[in-house]
């Protein structure tokens, strides 16, 4: 079992598909082992993977702590066997000597819709038919023109958001972002610490076809970040956060109280995002 090294983003769904499984029992299974995560001499934390593109999960990872800023990059140094399906990886991070930046800005809705189409039409569950998540990032470039950057499998829908935010800082590094929008679709929930993650790799518009989840509304709320998830009628997509960034998109009102979890939290982060009220759209 190889562990994967990031190289080139990847735009075919069915070779990511294929990196992130293992044939085991006669049968095709998704991959998901223990990282044990050692970055220069200092323990990080425990991931739980598929074995491709290690080096971006461990950037990625450094991304959402905190200890790195998007353009560093790391070396896997050694990966060590120490349990069944567990590993001990250790790794140097490679600080940027400078970094091509991601713009952020508004898009209109009909750009979304068209991006969400494609990933659904070119991501279908009978190509990647295993237990795995996949993200894909899209780029905007100039009059928004839509080109997929990247897309990324793995068991875990965290660890695919960290291999993104690695990649994405990698491509940083490599002078590859600059002046892009990015906007990244998920076919898992999105959690905070998806929302951590990815916005701190420049991505500050979020899709997936999903109701919320409690931890993601209030990391976006605190990020700025804007999440366009599924209706409560489970009827299309709507945008739930920072909704100034989607022109003529339906988005959800959000009544934020005293009573509400997390709250306080977000108050504090970003005052100003969260007082406004957004009427639900009518149909």
């Not at 790799?201 to 970040?225: D, F, T």
Request: with cysteine; net charge neutral; charged share 20%.
């Amino acid at each position: 079992m190889a562990h994967g090294n990031g190289g080139n983003a990847a735009l075919s769904a069915l070779r990511e598909c294929s990196l992130a499984t293992v044939l085991a029992y006669g049968h095709h299974v998704a991959a998901d082992y223990e990282y044990e995560i050692i970055v220069d001499g200092n323990y990080l934390g425990i991931i739980h993977a598929s074995p491709n593109y290690l080096d971006d999960a461990v950037a990625g990872l450094l991304l959402r702590e905190g200890e790195a800023r998007l353009g560093d990059h790391v070396v896997i140094e050694h990966v060590e066997l120490v349990g069944p399906l567990r590993y001990r990886v250790r790794a140097r991070r490679v600080e940027a000597v400078s970094a091509s930046l991601p713009r952020d800005g508004t898009v209109e809705w009909d750009t979304v819709q068209i991006i969400y189409r494609d990933f659904v039409s070119r991501i279908p569950k009978k190509v990647c038919p295993y237990a795995l998540h996949t993200i894909a990032v899209y780029m905007l470039g100039q009059a928004e023109r839509i080109e997929r950057l990247l897309v990324v499998s793995d068991a875990s829908r965290h660890s695919a958001a960290l291999k993104v935010a690695g990649a994405l800082s990698r491509l940083a590094s490599e002078g590859k972002l600059e002046g892009l929008q990015l906007v990244a679709v998920s076919t898992g929930r999105i959690s905070a610490d998806a929302v951590t993650a990815l916005s701190a790799a420049g991505v500050w518009i979020i899709i997936s076809n999903h109701h919320p989840l409690l931890s993601g509304l209030v990391e976006a709320l605190k990020r700025g970040v804007t999440l366009v998830l599924r209706r409560p009628d489970g009827v299309g997509l709507a945008v739930y956060t920072s909704s100034w960034r989607v022109k003529n998109a339906p988005t959800i009102e959000l009544e934020l109280s005293a009573s509400t979890p997390g709250v306080g939290e977000v108050e504090r982060a970003a005052p100003q995002r969260v007082r406004g009220r957004v009427a639900a759209p009518t149909c």
